[in-house]
């Protein structure tokens, strides 16, 4: 269902508490414009397609979900990225929220 509301043009994704369930597609990172994506509080599943942190993102919601895997060190390479918040993703190496701020400095 995620994978067939993408296109390039897509700037802002809000799909949170839709009830989605599953692995994320990869086949989201083909929103080329993707700034805000937004996927909290569904049934998500897997872990995040590496092909995601290729997107211009500023903005990264996942909490509440069932993700696995890790986000570091790819993470780390989106300097657009302004905020993410994935407490409860159950993601390796996340503990509580994470944030990373405009100055490209991190807060646990």
């Given at each position: 269902m995620l994978a067939m509301i993408m296109t390039d043009g897509l700037s802002l994704s809000a799909l949170s508490n839709n009830d989605f369930s599953g692995e994320i597609p990869p086949s989201l990172s083909k929103a080329k414009n993707l700034r805000e994506l937004a996927l909290s509080t569904n049934r998500l599943s897997g872990s995040i397609p590496p092909e995601l942190?290729?997107?211009p993102l500023?903005?990264?919601y996942a909490e509440n979900n069932q993700l696995s895997g890790s986000l570091f060190p790819p993470v780390f390479n989106i300097s657009t990225l302004v905020d993410m918040y994935v407490r409860d993703a159950h993601c390796s190496c996340i503990a509580n929220s994470y944030t990373k701020i405009l100055?490209?400095?991190y807060t646990l």
């Open positions: 942190w290729s997107l500023t903005v990264f100055t490209n400095t």
